[in-house]
């Protein structure tokens, strides 16, 4: 199975600029803004005294006048409400073009506990192990990065367990590692330059400024690469049928010989 990365690109594209796209960016920047402010209240609130005056004379970014524990749990229900999002946005962006003007209930209702269970640990095996890979020279962890890119699809689209997934996602990627270690190093350089340009907007003391604009430019960015991956995943997976069809009737034709 060879992958055609440009036009994975170009489709994925097409694929996000749809009422399908459109509301899945409107959901990862409410979620993404959410979580924002329960990290930044969770933090300025579990400050020292002195510390938190010097936050709030400052600009301590996107939070809320509350206790920390609220910011705690606005975090915990971003994360949470987040990976079901996830398994919707696979689901909903994994769908042939022609369907994407519709959000029909099945995307975040068909077995989806079991699925954001799934994806949840999942993406905990991957995170531990990437992080890992990273830090042994970091070439290892972009090559588990790109074996590990469809684990979501696999999860959300198949109903595939937790190592099920996994193993799926391996083998959809063998083939075609290099080209999808270019999509994660691609990912990378972004998230860098973003976040330095955040930094800098923390630096001049324009930290709310900094959250907005960083979250939005995060949001739009992350859709177009799960766009990708998504019409990734359908090539991959349509050439997988194809061939396992041609085999099937290569073998009927042979046991009629």
Same mark, same amino acid.
């Not at 270019?182 to 860098?192: C, D, I």
């Given at each position: 199975?060879?992958?055609? $990365? *440009? +036009?994975? %690109? ?6 996000? $600029?749809?009422?399908? =796209? ?8 409410? %979620? ?7 990290? @930044? ?16 004379? *400052? ?6 006048? !509350? ?10 229900? /971003? ?9 919707? $946005?696979?689901?909903?962006? #994994? +769908?042939? +073009? ?13 077995? %989806? ?9 999942? &993406? ?36 595939? /367990?937790?190592? &099920?997934? !996994?193993?799926?996602?391996? &083998?959809?990627?063998?083939? @075609? ?5 270019? !999509? ?7 998230? =860098? ?7 800098? !907007?923390?630096?001049?003391?324009? #930290? ?28 991959? +997976? ?7 069809? *041609? ?11």
């Amino acid at each position: 199975m060879a992958l055609q $990365l *440009g +036009r994975a %690109i170009s489709d994925g594209i097409g694929r996000v $600029l749809s009422t399908t =796209g459109a509301a899945l960016f409107a959901g990862l920047l409410a %979620i993404q803004l959410v979580t924002q402010v329960g990290i @930044n209240t969770a933090i300025v609130g579990f400050l020292p005294p002195e510390a938190a005056s010097a936050a709030a004379t *400052g600009s301590p970014g996107l939070s809320l006048p !509350l206790p920390p524990g609220v910011g705690v749990a606005l975090t915990l229900v /971003g994360i949470i409400v987040s990976t079901v999002y996830f398994v919707v $946005l696979a689901r909903a962006l #994994s +769908r042939p +073009r022609r369907e994407l003007s519709t959000l029909p209930s099945t995307l975040y209702t068909r077995r %989806i506990v079991r699925a954001t269970l799934a994806t949840f640990l999942a &993406g905990l095996v991957v995170s531990v192990a990437v992080s890992i890979g990273l830090v042994l020279l970091v070439l290892p962890g972009i090559f588990l990065a790109a074996s590990f890119f469809f684990f979501i699809f696999a999860a959300g689209v198949e109903d595939r /367990g937790t190592l &099920g997934s !996994l193993r799926r996602s391996w &083998g959809l990627a063998r083939g @075609n590692r290099l080209k999808l270690s270019l !999509l994660v190093v691609a990912v990378g350089v972004v998230s =860098g330059i973003v976040s330095t340009v955040g930094t800098l !907007l923390d630096f001049a003391g324009l #930290s709310s400024l900094s959250d907005v604009a960083v979250t939005v430019v995060n949001s739009g960015f992350f859709i177009v690469v799960y766009g990708t991956l998504a019409a990734a995943y359908r090539q991959l +997976r349509d050439e997988e049928s194809a061939a396992a069809a *041609g085999s099937a009737s290569g073998t009927d034709e042979t046991a009629k010989l």
